[in-house]
């Protein structure tokens, strides 16, 4: 019985299956345990997704209407919808101007409308509409988070109590959501002024207005008025008076309960206008199915941010990846939209880079995973980086992603040696964080049809990780053959051999 050479048992016999390329997605298997935190289930008695993106569809009815209207009739070079344009808008659907503006706000904050530069264009989600429930929820959902920019509060308020109470709507939905009916509304102004009150303590803020000042003391007691007066006590003097007295009519109003009712009236009716609640004759307020449902989404997505596995949106980009290593791919993407929203981009786009020039190939792939949630403002850098031979592959399949090509030929914008590179770097992922058996199935990932096709071009590759790799799949192996001309390549690698 006569033996043949490994190389050639393998060419014979160890052909490897052509198959799409999924670097990122082995990477993620690789460290992804049965421990992930299940999917939440929403409150019992919350309608099914197609219900409520029918009721979301009832809401932005006339905005899709002027979105589709404003697509085909107006001229797509200018941004704001011009007066004759409302006038022409209001004719055709049979709506007011004013509706016609409102509805166009709509359409702008619910992504029905994206501007690009100076010009407004159809948005993917108005190409969606009709046949997407998912991408009518998210429409709504961007326009319930804009609720106060659809309804701008009153010109008479100031715009920092404006935001106070912006601020502090929230815990009011929270109290809505956990009381599943209707709550009166003054004990939402009671809520709503207790958390102002919090929000100016936290600033450590001084009260408005006019404050009490202390009376100078003199042999016989307190002061007068008259012994106030003079150089060393003149009323003009004094710090925060600014030489008002009090009930002078030039002097700052308070900022305090008063101005708070007003603004919570204009709350409740901008979350009623986007349909996140009902009023019932200003005297209760009830939240909506879709309203429930939002809130709850928000309330999740806060627990999954305080349940991540290093406290991850204070942490460094490095220790934020390694604590979504082990999350789902939905679940990371809220940890790494939490963790940019508490940065400055540009900063963060840098700091998520740094990482990705690292030794660990795992987080290479994860920060461009949290790179694809930065979107537009990361460009730049991404494109600055292709030359990098390290973060080319990651950089080519970003931009190809970011410019619309299909999930399924992404991969193609490689050429064969960068897709080589990529495999070799996501084998290093695998054998650094993963399990052998995923490292086997990575094997079927290659872009070469053989398994000595595939150790001629990694040799080549250069990659500074590929003895170790091969090391590793040559152990992890159960053919002895193919693990011995995968030990050899090894060697070859290693020694500098051909």
């Known amino acids: 019985m006569t033996s043949r050479k490994p190389d050639e048992q393998l060419a014979r016999n160890s052909r490897l299956r052509l198959v799409r390329p999924r670097p990122l997605a082995t990477a993620r298997r690789a460290v992804t345990t049965r421990r992930t935190r299940s999917a939440p289930r929403p409150p019992e008695g919350t309608p099914p997704p197609a219900e409520l993106a029918r009721q979301a569809r009832e809401v932005l009815a006339d905005a899709v209407r002027i979105a589709r209207w404003a697509a085909v009739e107006r001229d797509p070079g200018t941004t704001p919808l011009a007066a ?20 166009w706000d709509r359409a702008r904050l619910a992504g029905l409308v994206e501007l690009h530069g100076g010009t407004a264009r159809p948005g993917w ?12 929820l998210r429409g709504w959902v961007a326009l319930f988070d804009a609720w106060s920019l659809a309804h701008p509060a009153p010109d008479d308020v100031a715009p920092t109590a404006v935001a106070e109470v912006v601020e502090a709507v929230p815990q009011l939905l929270s109290l809505l959501q956990l009381s599943a009916g209707p709550v009166l509304v003054p004990v939402l102004l009671d ?11 936290e600033r450590c803020e001084v009260p408005y207005g006019p404050q009490a000042q202390p009376l100078p003391m003199t042999a016989d007691g307190p002061a007068g008025d008259g012994a106030a007066a003079g150089p060393a006590g003149d009323r003009a003097d004094r710090p925060g008076d600014g030489g008002a007295p009090a009930g002078d009519p030039a002097a700052p109003a308070a900022s305090g309960p008063a101005t708070v009712s007003p603004l919570l009236d204009w709350a409740l009716d901008g979350l009623a206008a986007v349909g996140a609640l009902t009023l019932d004759r200003g005297r209760s307020a009830t939240l ?55 940065r400055i981009v540009s900063s963060a786009v840098a700091e998520l880079l740094g990482v990705a020039r690292g030794e660990d190939a795992l987080l290479r792939g994860l920060a461009f995973e949290a790179l694809r949630v930065v979107g537009a403002p990361a460009e730049a850098e991404v494109r600055a980086v292709a030359d990098e031979p390290s973060l080319r592959p990651y950089a080519l399949l970003w931009l190809a992603e970011y410019e619309g090509a299909d999930p399924e030929d992404v991969h193609d914008v490689l050429s064969r040696e960068e897709a080589t590179w990529l495999w070799v770097d996501t084998a290093a992922a695998v054998a650094d964080h993963g399990e052998p058996q995923l490292l086997l199935r990575h094997l079927d990932s290659a872009v070469q049809g053989t398994v000595p096709a595939l150790l001629e071009e990694v040799r080549a590759g250069g990659h500074p990780r590929t003895v170790q790799v091969l090391v590793a799949l040559a152990a992890a192996h159960p053919d002895p053959a193919l693990a011995k001309a995968v030990r050899r390549a090894a060697f070859q690698v290693h020694t500098g051999g051909a």
Do not use: F, H
């Open 84 to 103: 004759t344009a409302r006038e022409r808008a209001a004719a055709a659907l049979d709506l007011t101007p004013l509706q016609v503006r409102a509805g």
């Open 125 to 136: 989600r108005l190409r969606a509409w009709d046949r997407d429930d998912m991408a009518v």
């Open 191 to 201: 809520l709503l002024e207790q958390r102002v009150e919090e929000l100016r303590e």
């Open 288 to 342: 909506t199915p879709l309203g429930n449902w939002a809130v709850w989404v928000k309330l999740e997505q806060i627990c999954v941010a305080a349940q991540s596995p290093a406290g991850n949106i204070e942490q460094s980009a490095e220790d934020m990846l390694r604590g979504c290593a082990r999350l789902t791919p939905g679940p990371a993407r809220a940890e790494y939209r939490a963790w940019l929203a508490a």
